[in-house]
């Protein structure tokens, strides 16, 4: 009994064995438990022990017990690789591992490693106007015609056309080494996925070379051309945006005030170009531009910070909108006392300051609301107001120009001797 009861058991775990070897087969190769059912060995009771024969000899009636092995019994591994095997055979043979002498040569193609960039020449111009954010220059280059402009000095054609085209290549070297470093976070961004780098348009040592060459010639131009002074201005502005307001956007809001100040610096630029120094008039100028940012740029801010969150830029409308609110609106009621000082530094008559007052409140009563609504509509009507705003100022300030408006003194000289008419001298 005891032997039966052995021998039972051994044969039911190795019908288990099997099953779950059966099991894994089918969820490995992908065949059907039927058919890795089909393919298992059978296994019966006489695989499981050596059956006990008893032969009895009919001519002497001797009785003889032989212990007769039918089968050897495998260990559980050579159950494992048979079954796995036979599964194996089943399936249709793979080309790569086939038994039918049918294996292909299949050769990896290596994977390339650069890209050949193609482009037209005729494309070449609109690329640079991509890297150099044709618009943001074009506002930099009206500002510093706007310093030259009010400059008290004789306007000199040529030196201005001089400056401005300076300023022009400056300004283009500079946002196309920021466009550089700025890649990995613009291609994370609605508003600069499409960008010329973003897209591998031009490879970054040729946007590099680009900016290395326009940023130099104009430095020269300014220096050669112009004079030292606005030179050295024009450069600090690159330097400022490229190695200070650049690395700051991931780092710290105080970005947005070192932006500001890089935005401001253009108008000395013209100014120097046109008198050699900065009088009191050029540092008003700058601050005309250094205040209208806030709103400009704190309104636009507004309806991208989702886009400014993915690309991991720290600006007032995503890490404290309410400081954002806040700052805007509060230089825009600097505008108003800024525009008062223009007739106190002879920048301007006194007009100015009450030709620019209506534009000045229609601004602050944006901001206000900006301030206290605080969604996307009132950001949009802040940002396209100002975008109307410093042009028209710009011209409220050459109408006003004191220099356009002397004030005539007469002086009347009379002669010792009589008869003799006065002499009026018109200063």
């Given at each position: 009994m005891l032997r039966t009861l052995v021998k039972r058991t051994c044969w039911v775990a190795c019908q288990n064995t099997q099953t779950n070897v059966i099991r894994c087969?089918?969820?490995?190769?992908?065949?059907?438990?039927?058919?890795?059912?089909?393919?298992?060995?059978?296994?019966?009771?006489?695989?499981?022990?050596?059956?006990?024969?008893?032969?009895?000899?009919?001519?002497?009636?001797?009785?003889?017990?032989?212990?007769?092995?039918?089968?050897?019994?495998?260990?559980?591994?050579d159950r494992v690789e048979t079954a796995i095997q036979s599964a194996v055979d089943h399936v249709t043979p793979c080309p790569i591992e086939s038994k039918?002498?049918?294996?292909?040569?299949?050769?990896?193609?290596?994977?390339?490693?650069?890209?050949?960039?193609?482009?037209?020449?005729s494309e070449l111009p609109s690329m640079y106007m991509q890297l150099s954010k044709s618009r943001l220059t074009g506002l930099v280059v009206i500002s510093a015609l706007g310093g030259y402009g009010m400059a008290p000095a004789?306007?000199?054609?040529?030196?201005?056309?001089?400056?401005?085209?300076?300023?022009?290549?400056?300004?283009?070297?500079?946002?196309?080494?920021?466009?550089?470093?700025?890649?990995?976070?613009?291609?994370?961004?609605?508003?600069?996925?499409?960008r010329v780098l973003v897209r591998g348009l031009?490879?970054?040592?040729?946007?590099?070379?680009?900016?290395?060459?326009?940023?130099?010639a104009g430095v020269t131009t300014l220096a050669l051309c112009v004079n030292p002074l606005a030179a050295a201005i024009s450069a600090s502005t690159w330097g400022l945006y490229v190695m200070a307001y650049t690395p700051l956007k991931r780092v710290s809001i105080a970005?947005?005030?070192?932006?500001?100040?890089?935005?401001?610096?253009?108008?000395?630029?013209?100014?120097?170009?046109?008198?050699?120094?900065?009088e009191p008039g050029a540092f008003l100028m700058a601050a005309y531009l250094y205040s209208w940012q806030f709103p400009h740029f704190n309104a636009l801010s507004w309806n991208l910070r989702s886009d400014y969150s993915r690309g991991g830029y720290c600006m007032m409308a995503t890490t404290n909108p309410a400081l954002c609110r806040r700052v805007a609106l509060r230089h825009c009621i600097a505008m108003i006392g800024l525009c008062t000082l223009a007739p106190v530094f002879e920048l301007t008559t006194w007009t100015f300051a009450i030709d620019s007052l209506p534009l000045n409140l229609f601004m602050t009563y944006l901001g206000w609301r900006f301030y206290k609504k605080a969604d996307s509509k009132s950001a949009k009507q802040l940002f396209r107001f100002t975008l109307l705003h410093l042009p028209l100022l710009m011209m409220l300030l050459l109408i006003s120009k004191k220099n356009l408006h002397p004030e005539k003194k007469t002086a009347t000289n009379t002669s010792a001797l009589p008869g003799v008419e006065s002499v009026v001298a018109v200063q």
């Open positions: 087969i089918s969820g490995k190769t992908g065949i059907s438990t039927q058919q890795a059912e089909a393919v298992k060995p059978k296994i019966t009771e006489e695989h499981v022990d050596s059956s006990n024969k008893t032969v009895v000899d009919s001519e002497t009636g001797t009785i003889t017990r032989h212990n007769v092995s039918i089968h050897h019994v495998p260990n559980a591994k039918d002498d049918n294996k292909e040569n299949i050769v990896a193609k290596e994977t390339e490693k650069w890209t050949e960039q193609t482009w037209k020449l004789l306007f000199e054609p040529t030196t201005c056309a001089l400056m401005a085209l300076g300023t022009f290549m400056t300004s283009c070297s500079a946002n196309t080494i920021n466009q550089y470093f700025e890649v990995p976070y613009d291609s994370q961004m609605a508003r600069t996925r499409n031009l490879s970054p040592l040729h946007a590099v070379g680009y900016a290395s060459v326009v940023g130099i970005n947005t005030w070192v932006g500001a100040l890089v935005g401001a610096l253009p108008p000395m630029i013209g100014w120097a170009a046109c008198t050699g120094g900065l």
